[in-house]
């Protein structure tokens, strides 16, 4: 269970050094001052979209970033990501290793009832 454990914080370590380490993956993280669509993230950063794509991957898979959906009159609702994080912190625990603490800012109710419909929607 410890091995499990220990594997599976230095995936999630892994993940966010490897999304914070690509050059795109923060200038994405500076330019979302507001939700926005892959493609407005696209313009606003000035990288490629299917490049912004891979970094909005790398960086939901991270949960450095959070997915919402923009509900459109025309029925073809857009995906919106934003910052998902205040600060991250990497430590050395007693057991020399490395320890990830992702800060994340108080959710309203509005904001965790998107969330929990966005993992649905994923998962269907």
């Avoid at 029925?75 to 430590?91: M, N, P, S």
């Avoid at 625990?93 to 992702?102: G, I, M, Q």
Wanted: net charge negative.
């Amino acid at each position: 269970m410890a091995r499990d454990r220990s594997a599976m914080e230095s995936a999630e370590l892994t993940a966010v050094l490897d999304a914070l380490d690509d050059a795109d993956a923060r200038a994405i993280i500076r330019g979302l001052e507001e939700p926005m669509t892959a493609s407005e993230i696209s313009d606003t950063c000035d990288i490629p979209l299917s490049t912004t794509y891979r970094k909005l991957d790398l960086l939901t898979d991270a949960a450095l970033l959070s997915e919402g959906t923009q509900i459109r009159a025309d029925g073809h609702h857009a995906t919106t990501y934003e910052v998902a994080f205040d600060e991250v912190r990497i430590a050395l625990n007693d057991e020399r290793d490395f320890d990830v603490a992702v800060g994340r800012p108080e959710q309203t109710p509005d904001e965790r009832l998107a969330d929990i419909w966005s993992r649905v929607r994923r998962e269907t």
